[in-house]
């Protein structure tokens, strides 16, 4: 493993608390979240609704979007922070990869599922927070992100939260022009589109990233993942053509490390060898980290775990 750019020891206490082992949200983040529950008429149910509740995956309702964005947004941007930052030095690679792509120049991002944007809006503000106390260079940044999800009502939310983080991140130097379209996982037209849209709008990049955050919940709660993976194929394949690098992040639950990850990660060894390699310790498929982070806004320590494959893109 080549050496960090961001140390544990080097870690901000404005991202993580090391004496206590807890993850602090960027400062942004909480504030347009606040603001964005108060605006939806939803911060007492963020308040008072359990954020363990089972069974929240979001889906395509507008009622799907609000449970799953109270209940839900804080951990998957936690997941998605402890995976950036990788404080306890458990995963391998993925701080430095996150580091490099996004540190400077022009980046394809693709999320999908976006949500209503956990993932992307805190690899921003994660970035932006670095920048802040010295950490990493205030160079330009320009973010060509691409976020595709079933739900209409969820892009609306994250295109929202984003547009309250701009100037936020315009201050520290980084530029974001977002396209957001539909996308269904299990349809073969809709992720040709989707990815159409990515090859279009994110052109000349340094770097083309490909975040996957907190699938698996819908992907097997409804037994969808066999009808799902011909077309996730179909991202790997061109993610690989751009030479990405693909990082899926999911919860670090039992159908996650026994059933779901060897499953997506057998698919994608046997079918796609040439596309990707694995570059990371062959006796581990898969990798993990855990701690707490700050709830934004109840006054607890949640416990968040991830489970991650990164995939990068190997000389083919
Ligand atoms: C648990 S959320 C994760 C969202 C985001 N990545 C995050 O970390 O917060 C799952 C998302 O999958 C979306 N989704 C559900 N079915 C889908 C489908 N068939 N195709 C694409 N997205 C879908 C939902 O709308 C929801 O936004």
Redo the contacts with the bound molecule.
């Keep these: 493993m080549s050496e960090r750019y961001l140390q544990p020891k080097d870690m901000p206490d404005n991202l993580w608390l090391s004496s206590s082992g807890t993850l602090v949200l960027p400062d942004a983040l909480v504030n347009v979240y606040e603001k964005m529950l108060k605006k939806k008429g939803l911060y007492e149910v963020a308040k008072e609704k359990d954020s363990e509740e089972e069974g929240v995956?979001?889906?395509?309702t507008e009622d799907d979007t609000k449970t799953?964005f109270a209940t839900?947004?804080s951990g998957?941007a936690a997941r998605t922070q402890l995976s950036m930052l990788d404080p306890k030095n458990e995963l391998g690679n993925a701080s430095n990869l996150f580091i490099k792509a996004f540190s400077g120049g022009t980046v394809g991002l693709l999320d999908i599922?976006?949500?209503?944007g956990?993932?992307a809006i805190t690899i921003l503000l994660t970035i932006a927070s670095l920048r802040e106390k010295g950490l990493l260079p205030r160079q330009r940044l320009v973010v060509k992100l691409v976020s595709g999800?079933?739900?209409e009502h969820?892009r609306l939310y994250a295109s929202e939260m984003l547009g309250g983080i701009i100037a936020h991140l315009e201050a520290q130097s980084i530029y974001v022009e977002e396209k957001s379209i539909e996308?269904?996982?299990?349809g073969a037209e809709s992720t040709s589109a989707v990815l159409y849209e990515w090859m279009q709008h994110a052109t000349n990049c340094h770097e083309y990233f490909v975040v996957m955050?907190?699938?698996s919940?819908?992907l097997q709660s409804s037994g969808k993942l066999k009808k799902a993976t011909p077309q996730l194929d179909e991202v790997i394949r061109w993610a690989a053509q751009r030479r990405s690098t693909v990082i899926w992040l999911e919860p670090q639950t039992n159908t996650v490390t026994k059933n779901f990850f060897p499953c997506v990660l057998k698919r994608f060894t046997d079918k796609l060898p040439r596309a990707f390699k694995k570059l990371w310790d062959e006796t581990a498929d898969f990798l993990k980290s855990h701690c707490t982070y700050i709830h934004p806004i109840k006054n607890y320590k949640p416990r968040v775990k991830v489970s991650l494959i990164r995939l990068e893109a190997s000389d083919i």
């Design positions: 995956v979001g889906g395509i799953h839900r947004f998957s599922p976006s949500g209503a956990a993932a999800d079933v739900s969820a996308w269904d996982v299990c955050a907190n699938f919940g819908f």
